[in-house]
């Protein structure tokens, strides 16, 4: 059907899995990878969905990865008055954020494994025994 290329759309923009998606259309997996073959506009919306899911989660790293400041309302109480204070909250930058970041955007820099190549030149020399013949 027509309206569930929004639906997938929508669907995709909240993270949901495709296994998730199947559940809610109340189909199989298998079903959902048949839509996808059959409908390019219902795989279009859907793969549209991810992406704009999966840009989030990479805004969120990179700023987790440096480190970011937001603002808040901090409320408390005391002798049953409330009071609410708008704060500024801050988060360190956060090293893992940053290593991950780093091992997938410059795999070659940072990986952990580092590979050397090594030449090595091997010659063989034959040696005689007492009677001249060669070993």
Request: aromatic share 10%; net charge positive.
């Amino acid at each position: 059907r027509p309206e569930f290329d929004n639906q997938a759309l929508v669907l995709g923009e909240k993270g949901f899995t495709d296994k998730e998606i199947a559940a809610i259309f109340a189909v199989s997996e298998q079903t959902l990878n048949t839509w996808k073959k059959k409908f390019p506009q219902f795989l279009s919306s859907l793969k549209k969905g991810k992406d704009v899911a999966d840009q989030k989660v990479v805004q969120s790293l990179y700023q987790r990865a440096l480190g970011y400041s937001h603002p808040e309302i901090h409320i408390t109480t005391h002798l049953g008055a409330v009071t609410k204070t708008n704060i500024i909250k801050h988060y360190a930058p956060d090293t893992t954020a940053c290593i991950f970041w780093l091992k997938n955007r410059q795999p070659d820099q940072w990986r952990e494994k580092q590979e050397h190549e090594h030449l090595v030149k091997i010659t063989f020399r034959e040696t005689y025994d007492d009677n001249g013949d060669g070993k």
